[in-house]
């Protein structure tokens, strides 16, 4: 698990997160993401066995915060706060979640550095995240992975999905493919055209068709729950995957 970027040769579709891949992401995130469906309904359904109807969730990099709707949404009695680096897709969550009034907050904090937002989440019985935890070295990963397990309430739990990490070009090639097939699916099924799946290809999106940025550290769903277990999450395991893309659940 060191920190080398996963590559399979090609040149990276793009150098590091830009703000046109948050314009992309805004625009495109609801056909650009495999069955994203089954991870807020998996997450929903977690967040409550693990930390209860009425608990307060906090979503690592949680962009538009189309996650936390879906929690807010399934759950009357839960609270919930995106945290994000990003002034776009913070505003972006901040119109989304508006209509759940004190029940969500949106702010500002760097993932890289807990230390400057966690202490102003108060008590945390859930964290969870989608596709964000890739953007952090392992190092950076287990740091803050640390910081969350001296935070959470006892019974408290982390939730993340991502994007993982593979080794050989015969899995890569499958994930790749159904990766392309849920998003060709997806964009007929959302928009009526092809009209994400023709963006999806122009901006060679599919990590493990043209290789991971520079940027970004996926781990394996095995890696990922390893470092939880080692950080203060004893049960962490995977719960669910499909094309690369995976939900490990930590919780004590
Ligand atoms: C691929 S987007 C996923 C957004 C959202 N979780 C979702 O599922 O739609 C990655 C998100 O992580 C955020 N992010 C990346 N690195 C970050 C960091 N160091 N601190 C805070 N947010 C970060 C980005 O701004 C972006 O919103």
Excluded: K
């Excluded at 995130?29 to 906090?58: H, K, N, T």
């Excluded at 839960?78 to 759940?100: N, T």
């Excluded at 190092?139 to 080794?167: F, H, I, K």
């Amino acid at each position: 698990m060191d920190d080398a970027p996963v590559s399979d040769g090609e040149a990276p579709h793009h150098d590091a997160w830009t703000d046109g891949d948050t314009l992309a992401y805004l625009q495109w995130s609801d056909a650009f993401v495999p069955r994203r469906q089954e991870i807020a309904q998996m997450v929903a359904a977690l967040v409550q066995c693990i930390a209860g109807a009425r608990c307060v969730v906090v979503d690592l990099g949680g962009g538009d915060g189309w996650l936390v709707e879906a929690v807010l949404r399934a759950h009357a009695g839960m609270s919930a706060v995106v945290i994000d680096d990003s002034p776009a897709m913070r505003a972006a969550a901040d119109a989304r979640l508006g209509p759940f009034g004190a029940r969500a907050a949106v702010r500002a904090g760097n993932l890289r550095e807990p230390a400057g937002w966690l202490a102003d989440c108060g008590t945390v019985h859930c964290f969870v995240s989608c596709l964000a935890l890739h953007h952090l070295r392992p190092a950076e990963r287990r740091g803050l992975y640390a910081a969350l397990a001296e935070s959470p309430v006892p019974g408290g739990g982390l939730l993340v999905a991502d994007t993982g990490r593979v080794d050989g070009p015969e899995v890569a090639h499958c994930w790749g493919r159904l990766w392309d097939e849920a998003v060709a699916t997806q964009s007929a099924t959302r928009t009526g055209t092809p009209a994400a799946w023709d963006a999806f290809r122009a901006l060679r999106w599919n990590s493990y068709a043209h290789g991971f940025d520079p940027g970004e550290w996926p781990l394996t769903a095995g890696e990922d729950a390893a470092l939880m277990r080692d950080a203060g999450f004893p049960s962490a395991d995977a719960v669910w995957s499909f094309a690369g893309h995976y939900l490990v659940a930590g919780y004590r």
